[in-house]
């Protein structure tokens, strides 16, 4: 091939690329203004100044039109974080860093953020593109900085990182729509402090107890649970407890006498736990308990109407009009009663004082968005133990309003 069919075959693909970039920009303008269903082909051709034809010859139609938009943005998004944790060390500097910088990506860009959160998320044939398999990546991002901050030390031990890491993403999502829906807020960037001091007394509160006598109890106790299973009694040894434990064998001995008697307190931890939460079941007076029981009537209030559950989170809750209606009117309501449990527990003490009450209903909300689309939409064949998750999201959001000195085993 000579130098100039060489660059004459450059200078084509430079232009197609050109087109291309031009179809996306009208086509991003033209959805947000008119909405995807009402958007057309025709439409966009005409903000591009292009024929439809010319439309065709780069896109199959219009839902690969809007998913190409998205695709593009969330790769740049990649490199705008990647940019911002450029030279950061320790997982939870990560962290902090990866949500201030995804934040600011969607002040910056809140055009794109409607699409992919009112438009993409709530069509089923998105959660099989290629735009989503790039927020997979992003996703598995943030999974692998929590499972680092495990890994360090920094975390605890028993932390279930997916579950972590759709409570982040999911804050985030919440504080999207806080911004462009409801208008709350003229930015989520005002709120990454309370993010983070609800994150920072959740996990970090959480590594500096893990220390103490009483947890290297508990995961020693755990680890045993799980050898005894797998194993039986005979097949489980003292070293396979401490190593899944996280313990020397020395330790173990400093808790448990021997392989029968940590075998034994096995029934009596769990009997205690159960003695204490059937006595709280008939004593919800402190507030505390109440937004324990609130969290947990939530999650199964959903998962008992699983259809409704689907139609809510992708064509109701995603969905623009939704926010005009009565329907949100008394969803607010609802929420605010979530939101009254918090104010109740600072002005008593039973919670932190610097608790931001609606980033924390954005991180609840948020999360139990995230959780339900994983188990029912992403990972639909897998099998999760929902109930597990469950009760392990109620402990998370305890934590991280109550005082250290306070918690729960």
């Known amino acids: ?31 947000n203004e008119k909405g995807y269903s009402g958007a057309s ?30 695709e593009q943005q969330v790769e740049d998004s990649l490199v705008f974080m990647r940019e911002h944790m450029a030279g950061i060390s320790g997982a939870h500097q990560k962290l902090r860093k990866l949500i201030w910088a995804h934040l600011r990506y969607n002040d910056l860009h809140q055009d794109y953020l409607k699409l992919v959160l009112l438009d993409c998320r709530s069509n089923y044939s998105f959660y099989k593109s290629d735009a989503y398999k790039v927020i997979r990546r992003y996703s598995g991002i943030v999974l692998s900085i929590i499972q680092e901050g495990i890994d360090e030390g920094v975390y605890p031990l028993e932390l279930n990182a997916r579950l972590m890491r759709d409570i982040v993403l999911g804050v985030l999502d919440f504080e999207a729509y806080t911004v462009l829906i409801t208008k709350e807020i003229p930015d989520a960037t005002q709120d990454h402090e309370a993010i983070m001091a609800l994150l920072d007394n959740l996990l970090l509160g959480w590594a500096s107890e893990t220390n103490d006598s009483a ?11 799980k050898a005894f299973a797998k194993k039986g009694y005979a097949g489980a040894t003292i070293s396979d407890i401490a190593k ?28 205690q736990s159960h003695l204490d939460r059937l006595e709280q079941s008939f004593n919800i007076t402190d507030n505390s308990r109440k937004l324990r029981r609130f969290i947990q009537y939530h999650f199964r209030l959903y998962l008992d109407d699983y ?9 109701i809750q995603l969905n623009r009009t939704f926010y005009k209606t009565r329907a949100y009117t008394a969803l607010k309501s609802y929420m605010a009663v979530f939101e009254k449990l918090v104010e109740d527990g600072i002005k008593d003490g039973s919670f932190v004082a610097e608790c931001n ?25 897998g099998q999760v133990d929902k109930l597990s998750e469950i009760n392990q999201a109620t402990k998370y959001f305890l934590d991280m309003i109550t005082p250290k000195g306070e918690r729960e085993g």
């Open 307 to 315: 259809d409704f559950l689907l139609v809510y989170l992708l064509l």
């Open 41 to 70: 082909v025709r439409d966009i051709a005409a903000e591009a100044g292009l024929t439809e034809p010319t439309i065709y010859l780069h896109f199959k139609g219009k839902e690969e039109v809007l998913f190409s938009i998205v």
């Open 244 to 271: 899944a434990a996280k313990v020397s064998d020395g330790t173990v001995y400093e808790h448990f006498k021997n392989k029968e008697d940590l075998l034994l307190s096995i029934p009596e931890e769990y009997f």
């Open 215 to 225: 947890n290297k109890s508990k995961r020693i106790l755990q680890a045993a649970i």
């Open 1 to 31: 091939m000579n130098r100039k069919t060489q660059n004459k075959e450059q200078k084509q693909i430079k232009a197609q690329g050109t087109v291309r970039e031009r179809i996306l920009q009208s086509a991003c303008r033209v959805i």
């Open 357 to 381: 009450v609606r980033v924390y209903r954005n991180m609840f909300f948020g999360a139990f968005t995230h959780m339900t689309l994983r188990w029912f939409v992403v990972e639909c064949r």
